[in-house]
């Protein structure tokens, strides 16, 4: 019974390939987040949906597309992987999109691309 | 350019102590905060928040402080335990934009037996 889960935990994958990382809640939460972490620790916001609409996406190129079917899910689609790429992405979700609202993060995607 | 900062990587308490974790922001906009601790291979758990209009809150063996005109927090464990040993990260928001959570780099505890 996660609260945020994401599939497939590890994934490793060539150059150039397409790839998704599927994320779904079971929280009732209306806002949804993808956030990267990258080689150096740091996570960094890369797009956040509330009721499967689009508010928030930081400058992430546009072979990242997210889609959201509906509130619960957030999947992470990723085309022409490159080496930059590699890095733990993190779904996470949270009540609403407004102010002081705790954000709850999944367990984190692995992605490795050779 | 890091608005949020976490100056020390690690930090080693011996059980039983007092744990200081701090972070300094430089965003005055910001106006909530929170800590995440994270264990190897598992996703960031949220610990603790305080708004901007209070300088303390507590939780049980977790305390933050909020030091505005210095822009600087800081999470205070009493006692540590060994099960506190993890990465924390200090995270930051402001109104009216969309609950974007802005991340410090982390501190490693590690809570000696």
């Known amino acids: 019974d996660t609260a945020v889960s994401q599939t497939p935990k590890y994934l490793v994958t060539q150059m150039g390939n397409d790839k998704s990382i599927k994320c779904e809640q079971n929280l009732g939460h209306d806002t949804m987040y993808w956030y990267k972490q990258d080689s150096k620790k740091f996570l960094k916001i890369m797009f956040s949906y509330n009721n499967k609409e689009l508010i928030i996406n930081e400058t992430v190129p546009n072979r990242f597309s997210p889609k959201s079917p509906d509130k619960a899910h957030l999947n992470l689609h990723i085309n022409s992987l490159e080496l930059g790429d590699s890095a733990v992405y993190f779904c996470?979700?949270?009540?609403?999109?407004?102010?002081?609202?705790?954000?709850?993060f999944g367990e984190g995607s692995w992605l490795t691309v050779v | 350019d890091q608005q949020v900062k976490q100056n020390s990587p690690s930090l080693s308490v011996q059980e039983g102590r007092i744990s200081i974790l701090n972070c300094d922001y430089t965003?005055?906009?910001?106006?909530?905060f929170l800590w995440y601790k994270k264990y190897p291979a598992e996703g960031p758990t949220f610990l603790i928040s305080?708004?901007?209009?209070?300088d303390k809150n507590e939780d049980g063996r977790f305390t933050v402080f909020l030091n505005k005109s210095a822009k600087h927090l800081s999470l205070h464990i009493v006692p540590s335990q060994p099960g506190d040993s993890a990465v924390y990260f200090c995270?930051?928001?402001?109104?009216?934009?969309?609950?974007?959570?802005?991340f410090g780099g982390g501190t490693r505890l590690m809570v000696k037996p």
């Open positions: 305080i708004s901007s209009i209070k």
């Open positions: 965003n005055s906009m910001f106006d909530y």
């Open positions: 995270a930051a928001s402001r109104g009216g934009a969309g609950n974007m959570l802005t």
């Open positions: 996470a979700s949270s009540q609403a999109s407004g102010f002081g609202n705790t954000i709850y």
